[in-house]
């Protein structure tokens, strides 16, 4: 290969690379859930991408759109709850256990009323 063609295809590999960091979407930083009666719960979205790293971890039970939870509550392909129980809080609870920093796990200080 020629130098000038190396070149030209390390420039190609730099903008591919750029481009696709680019389009990943993190979504919001904070995110407010529907909790019904009980109230509001305050997300902190992009904290959890900062300690988790594996997006999978929660988006591989619900896609990555806002509104998701309560959209596939309401067609009955999550139970009400569910993702508290099965998701939020088990995690919570599995690090406090382990003495890992961790998120809430009683009521109140997850859900605002
Ligand atoms: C600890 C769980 C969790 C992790 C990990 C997580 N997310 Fe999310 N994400 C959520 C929740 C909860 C919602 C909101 C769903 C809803 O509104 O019903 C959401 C919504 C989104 C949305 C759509 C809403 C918006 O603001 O645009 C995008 C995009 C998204 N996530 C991207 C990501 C990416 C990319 C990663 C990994 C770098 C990631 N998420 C990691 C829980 C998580
Ligand atoms: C780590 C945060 C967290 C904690 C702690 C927590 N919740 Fe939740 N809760 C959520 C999230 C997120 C949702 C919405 C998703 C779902 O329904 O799984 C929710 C949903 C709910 C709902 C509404 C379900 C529906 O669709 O009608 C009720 C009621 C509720 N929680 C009660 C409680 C009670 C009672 C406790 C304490 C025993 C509690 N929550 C602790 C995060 C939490
Ligand atoms: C796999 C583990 C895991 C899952 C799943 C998870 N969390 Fe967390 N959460 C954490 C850890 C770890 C922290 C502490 C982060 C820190 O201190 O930087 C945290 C912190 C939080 C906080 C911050 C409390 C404060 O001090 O401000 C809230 C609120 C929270 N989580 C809510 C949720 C909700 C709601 C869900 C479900 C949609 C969820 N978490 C799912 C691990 C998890």
């Not at 900062?50 to 139970?79: M, N, R, T, W």
């Amino acid at each position: 290969m020629k130098a000038k063609t190396v070149v030209l295809l390390i420039i190609a590999m730099i903008l591919i690379v750029g481009v696709t960091a680019a389009v990943e979407n993190k979504g919001a930083e904070r995110i407010t859930l529907a909790g019904d009666k009980s109230g509001k719960v305050s997300f902190p979205h992009h904290r959890h991408q900062d300690v988790l790293v594996d997006c999978k971890i929660c988006h591989s039970i619900f896609p990555q759109k806002a509104g998701i939870i309560e959209e596939l509550k309401a067609q009955g392909k999550l139970v009400k709850k569910q993702i508290m129980n099965e998701l939020c809080t088990k995690c919570h609870r599995e690090k406090k256990k382990a003495g890992e920093k961790t998120g809430p796990v009683t009521c109140k200080t997850c859900h605002i009323k």
